[in-house]
């Protein structure tokens, strides 16, 4: 089964990373391709990416089939989606066991949630 691990910046983790030396976070960031390297030699990475902050994104509606997109400024949010790693692993016991290897959960959290399988959904 699929299990997504968000990874959240919030003022708690900015702050953390702000008081970090230079160092620290060069250490950070090679825990993050390391997991990722580890979990993709496993086989149970689908894949892992990180996010920028949300006024590097658009936002998209459809109103009377017209497309808008507004791409900033946003109202100044206090957390984010700051990166994810999806994982294809046997339990949630295992994707949470995983979660705890994230850089991240060392400071802060993370949140794991299961991945539905569309194909197995009955709707």
């Known amino acids: 089964m699929k299990y997504l691990i968000l990874i959240y910046s919030n003022p708690r983790s900015r702050a953390v990373w702000e008081e970090m030396t230079d160092a620290q976070r060069m ?3 090679r825990g993050h ?3 990722a390297d580890e979990l993709a030699d496993s086989g149970v ?3 892992s990416e990180g996010l920028p902050d949300p006024s590097h994104g658009a936002r998209v509606s459809v109103r009377d089939g017209r497309t808008i997109a507004s791409d900033g400024p946003f109202a100044e949010v ?3 989606l700051a990166g994810f790693y999806l994982v294809d692993c046997d339990s949630l016991d295992e994707a949470v066991a995983l979660a705890a290897r994230v850089p ?7 949140e794991v949630r299961p991945v539905y ?3 197995v959904l009955e709707l």
Not at 104 to 110: K, P, R
């Open 117 to 119: 399988d569309r194909r």
């Open 33 to 35: 391709y390391a997991l």
């Open 27 to 29: 250490d950070f960031g």
């Open 104 to 110: 991240d959960a060392l400071t802060g959290e993370v």
């Open 45 to 47: 990475l689908v894949a």
């Open 78 to 80: 206090k957390e984010y």
